[in-house]
């Protein structure tokens, strides 16, 4: 009886190990994505930045055009 003890010990050992990989796996997945985020927000500021500079430039352009012609 007492090597199935010993049997059954190593058994939840090697599955306690493996729902801790499980949950650690987990943890750097949910890492992983929060840094995504975190860049693709970064990603969306920039866009809008650049995209806010072009326009700005391009109106005063035209405002320097529309003031030249008059």
Known sequence: MTSIT???????TKTERFA????DRAEKKEAKETSLE?????????????LVAVAGAT????????????
């Open 6 to 12: 010993d049997e059954e010990e190593e058994v939840r």
């Open 59 to 70: 109106v005063a352009d035209y405002l320097m055009m529309a003031y030249l012609w008059i």
């Open 38 to 50: 975190a860049l693709m927000k970064f990603n969306i500021f920039l866009s809008i930045g650049t």
């Open 20 to 23: 801790q990989w499980l949950m």
